[in-house]
């Protein structure tokens, strides 16, 4: 018997990528819907593509986190939400809701946070696809769990799974920390040693295992990147507490079988009309009545 299938949607990132992906569309009353409409276009793919048991999307809450508090340039490079965007994020909600989906959102963590809980949590009992454009999220890969990486825009994705990762890497999924610890995370504004790109942070951890291992080994590398190794140690200490992803927070989490039946339809089509997202309500109709439809065959009824 097939798996059951959970995707867990990075919800912050993605509505991002949406709305810089998406032409600024507005509805006849200007509303901004553009991202809305990208972001809502990925989540019917992923259903017809994947038939998945559920979904769970979350987001980051706007409370800073620990690492704020550890780094305080840590993320401070992000711009502000552009106007357009900010009301798209409770549309998108909005949609999520009246589709029936699990959303996620908990002060003082990131999305990646619970991303990271609902992936150990689910584990045991469903195959899960992490859907995120951030790469720190390679540190969740196992046997049991893949990312699908949105590229071209936001509907077309890449799978990484964990056989993938490590031919390309050559280490383990749980080694990635180290390396985004050496070589840092411009997206997160984390600053790497000096000199030590991806390439170089990977080709240690290949051939001493970990952070651990470097230390214990230092007279071995050459002396410039020994220096530089020596004169960072805090900040990789630091910046390994940054980019670990917390895995046990307390989220009372309970995952259903998702179906058609279960969404009011009736709620649902009259915010696609009012958003005027006219094709998605004839995709929709029309694949109610398809037999072959991404609803049609939906886990609830596989049960």
Known sequence: MEDKKLVVIDGSSLIYRAFYAMPHLTTSSGLPTGAALGFLNMVLKLLDDYRPFNMVVVFDHPQKTFRHELQESYKAQREAMPDELKPQIETVKELLELMGFVILEMP??????????????AKPDFQVLLVTSDLDMLQLLDERT???????GVTNLKKIDLEEFEKEWGISPEQWIDVLALSGDPSDNIAGVPGIGEKTAVKLIRQFGSWEGILKNLSLLPPKLREAIESNRDKVEENRKLVALERDLPLDLEIKAWGWSKVDKNKLFQKLDALEFRKVKERLLKNRVNSGSLFSRSSEEKE
């Open 108 to 121: 003082g963590w990131e999305g990646d946070d619970l991303m990271g809980t609902v992936k150990e949590k």
């Open 146 to 152: 893949v990312l699908l990486q949105p590229h071209r």
